[in-house]
């Protein structure tokens, strides 16, 4: 039976169409074939997908017949049988005026089901979990997200000449309805945060549940401020079930993605949220405390917004120009070093933020990076630290799979690799140690070192001078 009947289907059982016709005369113009009768047909969307891309390589729809061509082409098949960027839009507002929850639960579900939000590769990642001194780790080797196919690469080369119109990076509102990313069956809202308009998508390689991203309408460059605040709050009010923070604003302490203002949210509880308190501090309606996190971080919770915005501008523009030459804290030198990277979320009735403190800079001894993951560590994980590690989840490499494994055989059985060598010192004291005898203890000692990512990154140190250090700079920024 023809594979577009089924897709046909699948768009009336999920009640995207009413009448299967005019999608499926579209699609078998497409494919350059007869004009039929529409016949129901159930059949997996998975398997109904891969036959017509398949089909459709072989017939020249697109090429190369790479993952992300297939991707793409996917991504605009889908798009004859799902509503439109227009009817999400209107759906999900008359969907939030009955019943929040009842919207998100519909985007978030739509971009599932026609696989904008990879789920099966999702799937395949590798999670495990280390109890540090902290609290409980969360780790993920990430093996969804797929790498750049050369033929891709090639194809990009080939088209560099190209005058570029749409989309300026992955982000952008641009991306939505848009062929070449892959971004079909991309569907955005828009949504108003401090009298500012932004977007509202799922990210499609989630890291962790419902994990979305908000967009600036404008292709602008992140920028830490004091209207983020507002944001932020603004955000949880429209949507209490989440969280919603930004990545810094600056490179090495920043995100993957700095020329675009944007936050990341989702449906989850991170590790840092457990956090144990060092010292709490009260002002007025607003409990103020340093918790006991790798990442020096200043938690404000309050039912008061405007306390809690208040101080937390405070405490964001004191640490602006904050020195601490004996704890290699210079805010400025080269450029402007310090920096924040802001969380927040509703707990019960209250607002709560959470501001990790940052700082840039690079010195001779650690040249990535000062409170980045030092050389000790980077056979793990040498990338930036961003909101979601420092929040206690860490996305690793998808390369520690095979490495961990290979590892395991060393340690056990005295096998070499050669491409092992960036592990060889570690694993030589994890075999001298006689402490990993499975792959548990090994992503155990993964963790350990994960933990130490952690703690390098952290400005205050958690020991007596820094925790002295951040009881005086929090001090000065309440009184």
Known sequence: ???????????LKHQWIVDPNPSLHKLLQLYNLPLSPFKMVDEPIDLVMEKLLDLGFDLGLFEPNTLNERDAFEAYLFDFVMPSPSETKMTFLRLYQQNRRKAFDYLYHLSMDVNYIKTKRIAQNVSFHYPSIYGTIDLTINLSKPEKDPKDIAKALEQKDVPKTGPKCLICKENEHNYDNARMNLRIIPITLYKRLW???????????EHCIILSDDHTPMKMCEETFHY????????PDYFIGSNADIPIVGGSILDHDHFQGGKHHFPIESAKIIKSYQIQDLTLSHIYWPLSTIRLTSQNRDTLLKVSKRILNQWRTYDHEALDIISK???????????????????QIDIILRNNRV????????????????????????LIEAMGLAILPGRLKTELAKGLDFILHGTIYPELAIHQP???????????????????????????????????????????AMDKFIQNCIQ
């Open 1 to 11: 039976m023809n594979p577009l009947f089924a897709l046909v289907t699948y768009g």
């Open 199 to 209: 977007h509202f998508q799922y990210s499609p390689y989630a890291y962790y549940n």
């Open 232 to 239: 932020l709050l603004d955000f949880i009010d429209y949507n």
């Open 333 to 351: 030198s080269y450029g402007l070093h310090n920096t924040i990277t802001p969380i927040a979320r509703k707990v019960n009735d209250a607002y």
């Open 363 to 386: 010195n001779e001894v650690y040249p990535e990076g000062i409170f980045h993951p030092h050389r000790d560590v980077q056979h793990i994980k040498k990338e930036n630290i961003g």
């Open 426 to 468: 570690w694993l030589n004291a994890l075999k001298q140690s006689n402490q990993v005898h499975n792959m548990a203890d090994l992503e155990a000692a993964v963790g350990d070192k994960f933990k130490t990512v952690l703690e390098h990154a952290g400005v205050f140190k958690l020991n007596d001078s820094g925790i002295q």
